[in-house]
């Protein structure tokens, strides 16, 4: 016994030993990197300080104008000396119209490199940046993986830490360092075109999946052969304007910004996120890029963050052209600097160093402001491996686009894949029944790997990886050509034949239906009305005349109401946008080669002037007046269908009452009670019963996804805290009230009590 605590003792001093080294490690490292940063600072001009803090479009460097196409890739020497040479631009990226293979990136970032070097007193490299955000997708060539509400629909946060480590390794095998991804924004409006890539409604879903996909792609060490520099966006609100469009006014209490907004940068930050790009328009009035309290006092002063802060596309032009707060563009840029952006992205051409070059020798902006901006962007481009090898001779990448990565892109779609509905055992479908495949998304690999994906806005069909397969072809493939007929309809894509279509279905057994939205990114995505185009919609109507059982397929980046068109069909799938491997995905699932297991990572709303999250208010449900229930969407955020059956257990707390330093475990049993295996992703919630600020009918807190064979039984246990309690309350902050709370897990509940002290 005595010599045991010894042993433990012992063990005890060497992990103190061990933990104070590493931790010196650290300091060292970034103490070195500190060092260099200032000796080199210490010598730079003003001029050249202010080229660091410019980000400049790659076309801006080439012949031709700025959205001119692939045979004009040609540099522009006059440009470039301008750029690069004696403005100093410290950042280029992304292209947009077409993707470059490996080599292409290798040869033209090598281009840039090298003029740097040659022509360039200090010689410090450019860091190339893009937004490689499903995928390296501006590579030709690269795994294109499902977006990332497809892996917040996996609710399996390893998926997103795999399909990052991936991208980095891709992005690096193209000679680049920073990606500007993941989007930790929480998409709280359904309307919103860029739904798609983001994780979601929930924030503490945003949170774990943003956590991981970090680490993927940074982890501590962005200078590795397979990780890159990360970068969080849109800070902050981006995902909560209340139009709905893109780039459109958010309005928020502040109370709500840190509930909900704020926590996924938290975490990142916390992660070691080292760059943070600013959301694209106001922020209860106050443009992003415009906003000190935004960006010096919330994120670098009370965040702690320590990395670089970097404008979005055109936004300080936007200050005067759109936001209208500055009257020209000297005075934007001198708002924007003050307010604390560290780096510029007016891609175009060198107009803000000229603003700002001149702002600071007029003593207008600070030279400690552009000082603290340099060291930043210094301390980034170190701490990316740029400095020490710019064009990564000591690597060279092997596993681009390996056969494992390709699987690893279809089992996370087919992970993301949700069922939403499945009446007389409609799936899985037979193989020996003939089906008609049909819709505007059954055979295009652009709907399904929707915008960002070797184009900008996705659409264009020509660099499409032909070898691919589209919804049809995947079927074809699985059941044989003479079992499948196929009506896409006319060339335009909104449309399809509805006669052709109906005619063909009279020989088919069952319809696959493949509806969904056309490829857009951005400003494009915008749209009217969540409704789908009324041409999809009679569609369905009219292949339902024919008594055909129907599988509705949908391949679409945002929810779009399908209420009239739900009761006509028998069987739901929703696809999201799955990438390159959706076809065979969809099919794997429609012939019942995987179980699925997606559930939605939002609230599927049933009505377009009905748009609550899940984590609405109790007032926002039911009018005590006229008992009206208005919280009805067509599918409940967390809902997804298996080919088995799950059934939970009443669960077990193990204690009535939480007391604040200690915790709770709340365990459940789960039983596949069906004839096949399959996974469950087990969500639990917490409701606050009575708080000062009326509180969300409930709180995603906690999830797992289990596997479980048929028959077999689990049990799952959560740990609950203090922290899974607590709000922001009418002062803006951080608090959990006594009194009772709900847990909910499945169909079960069981309440519990905070106690006081
Ligand atoms: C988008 C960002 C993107 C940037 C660079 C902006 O318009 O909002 O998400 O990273 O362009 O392409």
Same mark, same amino acid.
């Given at each position: ?22 931790? =010196? ?10 060092? +260099?940063? @200032? ?25 031709? @104008? ?22 100093? #631009? ?7 119209? /077409? ?53 917040? #629909? ?13 991208? !980095? ?15 930790? =924004?929480? #998409? ?10 983001? /994780? ?46 893109? %780039? ?68 300080? @032009? ?15 840029? +001198? ?5 604390? &952006? =560290? ?54 990448? $092997? ?54 994906? %070797? ?30 007929? /196929?009506?896409?309809?006319? *060339? ?18 069952? &319809? ?31 292949? !339902? ?32 946008? $799955? ?5 065979? #995905? ?36 039911? =009018? ?20 088995? +059956? ?48 009326? $509180? ?58 905070? *106690?006081?002290?």
């Amino acid at each position: 016994m005595k010599n045991q605590k010894g042993i433990v003792f012992l063990v005890f001093l060497i992990s103190l030993f061990l933990l104070s080294c590493k931790k =010196d490690g650290l300091k060292d490292s970034d103490q070195i990197i500190y060092e +260099k940063v @200032d000796s080199l600072l210490s010598v730079m001009s003003t001029e050249e300080k202010v080229g660091q803090m410019l980000n400049l479009g790659f076309p801006a460097l080439l012949q031709g @104008d700025f959205y001119s196409m692939r045979d004009t890739l040609i540099f522009d020497t006059s440009k470039v000396n301008l750029l690069l040479v004696k403005y100093g #631009a410290g950042c280029i990226q992304n292209l947009g119209n /077409f993707p470059l293979t490996p080599q292409e990136w290798r040869y033209y970032i090598g281009y840039i490199q090298d003029i740097v070097q040659e022509k360039t007193r200090l010689k410090i490299p450019v860091i190339y940046g893009i937004d490689a955000v499903h995928g390296a997708n501006y590579t030709a060539g690269s795994v294109m993986f499902p977006h990332q509400i497809n892996l917040a #629909a996996t609710f399996e946060p390893e998926w997103a830490y795999e399909v990052a480590e991936v991208t !980095a390794y891709e992005v690096k095998a193209s000679t680049t360092f920073w990606n500007y991804s993941p989007v930790l =924004d929480v #998409a709280r409006h359904p309307l919103w075109g860029r739904m798609y890539e983001t /994780f979601g409604e929930d924030t503490y879903v945003v949170q774990e999946m943003g956590r991981a996909m970090i680490a993927g792609m940074q982890g501590n060490n962005p200078s590795a052969q397979n990780k890159i520099l990360a970068c969080g966006k849109h800070f902050l609100g981006y995902g909560a304007s209340y139009s709905g469009k893109d %780039r459109s006014p958010v309005i928020l209490p502040e109370a709500i910004i840190r509930q909900i907004h704020l926590p996924p940068f938290q975490k990142a930050i916390d992660e070691g996120l080292l760059s943070i790009m600013l959301a694209a328009g106001t922020l209860n009035g106050v443009p992003s890029h415009a906003d000190h309290w935004l960006i010096t006092q919330l994120l670098k002063e009370e965040l702690s963050f320590k990395g670089v802060v970097l404008g979005d596309w055109g936004e300080i @032009d936007n200050l005067y052209a759109v936001h209208k707060v500055a009257s020209d563009e000297r005075e934007a840029v +001198k708002i924007s600097v003050l307010a604390g &952006i =560290d780096m510029c992205m007016e891609p175009y051409d060198e107009s803000f160093a000229v603003h700002l070059i001149d702002l600071v020798n007029d003593g207008e902006v600070p030279e400690s402001r552009v000082n603290d901006a340099v060291r930043r962007i210094l301390y980034l481009k170190y701490k990316s491996g740029v400095f020490e090898d710019p064009m990564l001779k000591d690597y060279d990448y $092997p596993d681009f686009a390996s056969e494992e990565s390709h699987v690893l892109s279809l089992q996370v779609a087919r992970e993301s894949i949700t069922l939403l509905k499945n009446e007389k055992e409609t799936l899985p479908i037979s193989e020996d029944l003939k089906v008609l495949v049909t819709g505007v998304s059954s055979n295009s690999l652009n709907y399904l790997n929707g915008g960002w994906s %070797r184009t900008w806005s996705g659409e264009d069909t020509s660099y499409n990886d032909t070898e691919k397969l589209t919804i049809l072809k995947a079927i074809q493939k699985e059941i044989g050509l003479s079992k499948v007929f /196929f009506s896409q309809g006319t *060339d335009n894509t909104e449309e399809v034949d509805i006669e052709e279509a109906v005619n063909k279905a009279t020989h088919a057994d069952v &319809i696959i239906a493949c509806i969904g939205e056309k490829p857009a990114a951005e400003k494009p995505s915008d749209i009217e009305e969540l409704d789908l185009p009324d041409a999809q919609i009679s569609l369905i109507k009219e292949l !339902a005349k024919t008594g055909k059982p129907i599988v509705l397929v949908m391949v679409q980046g945002r929810p779009r109401i399908i209420r009239e068109i739900e009761p006509l069909v028998d069987a739901v799938l929703m696809t999201y946008l $799955p990438g390159n491997e959706g076809g065979r #995905a969809i099919t794997d699932v429609l012939y019942g080669n995987f179980n699925p297991c997606g559930k939605l990572p939002y609230t599927y709303p049933r009505f377009s002037g009905s748009l609550w999250t899940y984590d609405h208010t109790l007032s926002d449900e039911r =009018d005590i007046h006229f008992k009206l229930n208005g919280f009805t969407p067509q599918y409940e955020f967390g809902f997804g269908l298996s080919y088995t +059956k799950f059934e939970y257990s009443e669960p077990k707390i193990s204690a009535d009452t939480l007391q604040v330093h200690k915790d709770l475990t709340v365990e459940v049993q789960i039983s596949n009670t069906g004839s096949k295996a399959g996974r469950e992703v087990v969500l639990l919630f917490i409701s606050d019963e009575v708080a000062s600020i009326s $509180p969300s009918v409930k709180q995603l807190r906690k999830f797992k996804k289990i596997e479980l064979p048929a028959g077999h039984t689990q049990t799952v246990s959560f740990t609950i805290d203090i922290h899974d309690l607590m709000f922001v309350n009418g002062d803006n902050e951080w608090v959990a009230e006594p009194g009772y709370y709900t847990v909910s897990v499945g169909d079960k509940e069981i309440r519990f009590y905070l *106690d006081k002290d």
